[in-house]
């Protein structure tokens, strides 16, 4: 029994569909770009990491600059004692919360509280040379996006020792 409705000509050899298999092929290739460039960390996680030396103290942060909605992360701050600071507080700007969700903290502050919309982690004194790490572990709100900057200060008491400004962009 012979099937009529297969034409060899147009089903086999694809004569009259010029476009069409040109346009698979395109499409399936801007999939494999995009999923390059994802393997080439285009689309985020990997952190990066900068330092900033004060006359007191000296500030590393490791943070993420791109993320996507629903990755987990992890920001690592160092701070190095020069001098005395009394009363370390690491202030955390917006760009930290707004749209994040904070999963963790360590080591947990003694004491956690909001100055004008920041939120600042006083932890113990620091003698000179004494070194205080901390952690943050946090997750992309699925449905955030765009770009923001990620201030966060270094402070003794409330007097300011050095600010550093981390730009972020959140990929859908």
Do not use: C
């Given at each position: 029994?012979?099937?009529d409705s297969v034409d060899?000509?147009?089903?086999?050899?694809?004569?009259?569909?010029?476009?069409?298999?040109?346009?698979?092929?395109?499409?399936?290739?801007?999939?494999?770009?995009?999923?390059?460039?994802?393997l080439l960390n285009g689309?985020?996680?990997?952190?990066?990491?900068?330092?900033?030396?004060?006359?007191?103290?000296?500030?590393?942060?490791?943070?993420?600059?791109?993320?996507?909605?629903?990755?987990?992360?992890?920001?690592?701050?160092?701070?190095?004692?020069?001098?005395?600071?009394?009363?370390?507080?690491?202030?955390?700007?917006?760009?930290?919360?707004?749209?994040?969700?904070?999963?963790?903290?360590?080591?947990?502050?003694?004491?956690?509280?909001?100055?004008?919309?920041?939120?600042?982690?006083?932890?113990?004194?620091?003698?000179?040379g004494d070194t205080l790490?901390?952690?943050?572990?946090?997750?992309?709100?699925?449905?955030?996006?765009?770009?923001?900057?990620?201030?966060?200060?270094?402070?003794?008491?409330?007097?300011?020792?050095?600010?550093?400004?981390?730009?972020?962009?959140?990929?859908?």
């Open positions: 029994m012979a099937d060899v000509r147009h089903d086999r050899d694809l004569e009259g569909r010029g476009f069409e298999p040109w346009l698979r092929r395109a499409l399936l290739a801007i999939v494999l770009v995009l999923v390059v460039i994802a689309f985020g996680q990997r952190p990066q990491a900068s330092t900033l030396t004060g006359p007191k103290a000296i500030l590393g942060v490791q943070a993420p600059q791109r993320l996507r909605g629903g990755l987990l992360y992890q920001a690592r701050f160092k701070i190095t004692a020069r001098r005395d600071i009394k009363e370390p507080q690491l202030v955390l700007g917006p760009g930290w919360f707004d749209g994040l969700t904070i999963n963790t903290i360590e080591p947990e502050p003694s004491q956690e509280s909001n100055r004008n919309g920041h939120v600042a982690l006083v932890y113990d004194e620091l003698a000179p790490r901390v952690w943050i572990e946090g997750q992309v709100n699925p449905t955030t996006t765009g770009r923001r900057v990620q201030v966060t200060e270094l402070d003794d008491g409330d007097r300011p020792l050095i600010t550093h400004r981390n730009p972020l962009t959140i990929f859908p």
